[in-house]
């Protein structure tokens, strides 16, 4: 065993991860070279030996103005091989669909990935609601209803560790949003479902309800504007929500449940 490589070896991993969540966090619009390295902290140069290694292996393309890059052909390759996933998908993207002809609303599936939420499908218009709407598109946990739905049913310790972290990411926003996000959570956890009625984005409202599964890691989320999520009308919303991500598990298989909710 050669000394050294262990320690030089884990961190190029390292790197190569940091990288690759970078990329995840922008699905849509990816990263220059500079903006990916300063994003990393650390050198261009450094970044752009790790990008060559993982241009080569199908992990990210570089593609579009400016040579952006975004994650590679090798990731939905990969997650087809993640036992349930495939029906989840499929799960997820008919409920939604389903959710919007019957609301006239978007409606949107999100997973937990650690203190963030990740878009999985999008059913509906999202024109004039203010929202991140592609898949693989993610924001801090606390950040939209379908999150706090979320964060609401974790055990207490993860919970606080949830909101410690959000807090410190969100903070830019400002004291009073940073009490807001607080007091939505609190008021998730007393009725069980979450909602908003202009505190994320004015005008807009939004309800979500997490799946019933042993584990909270997902939801389903309904957003549009007051006349169409009447504030007095949430409750049945969100126990349309309900039934409608009970069928979602009964398709994928509740123990089959492809994600942990981990980072």
């Known amino acids: 065993m050669r000394t050294g490589c262990s320690k030089d070896g884990t961190q190029s991993i390292e790197r190569a991860v940091a990288l690759l969540r ?7 619009t990816g990263y220059t ?5 300063e994003a990393a902290g650390i050198k261009k140069t450094t970044a752009h ?8 292996e199908g992990l990210v393309q570089r593609s579009g103005e400016g040579q952006r890059y975004r994650l590679g052909s090798f990731f939905p390759e990969v997650a087809l091989g993640i036992p349930g ?5 499929s799960a997820s993207k008919q409920v939604a669909d389903q959710l919007a002809a019957a609301t006239a609303c978007a409606a ?9 939420s990740v878009v999985v499908v999008c059913g509906g218009s999202s024109k004039g609601t203010g929202m991140l709407t ?6 801090p946990l606390l950040a939209s209803s379908g999150g706090v739905a979320i964060a609401a ?3 207490v310790e993860e919970q606080a560790m949830v909101l410690s972290a959000n807090l410190e990411a969100l903070k830019s926003r400002g004291e009073a949003r940073m009490t807001t996000i607080q007091e939505m959570l609190t008021r ?8 908003s009625v202009g505190e994320f984005v004015s005008g807009v409202h939004a309800v979500a309800q997490v799946l019933p599964s042993s584990r909270p890691v997902a939801s389903l989320s309904l957003i549009g504007p007051p006349a169409r999520l009447q504030h007095g009308r949430l409750p049945q919303f969100a126990a349309l929500l309900e039934e409608r991500g009970q069928w979602l598990l009964t398709q994928t298989g509740a123990e089959a449940f492809p994600f942990s909710g981990g980072a």
């Open 22 to 28: 970078l990329l995840a966090g922008r699905a849509q």
């Open 33 to 37: 070279l500079s903006g990916l390295a």
């Open 49 to 56: 030996r790790v990008l060559a290694r993982l241009l080569h």
């Open 85 to 89: 996933y495939a029906a989840f998908l």
């Open 108 to 116: 949107v599936v999100y997973l937990r990935a650690g203190t963030e």
């Open 134 to 139: 592609g898949p693989g598109d993610r924001r």
């Open 153 to 155: 049913r974790l055990p």
């Open 188 to 195: 998730a956890r007393e009725y069980g479902y979450a909602w």
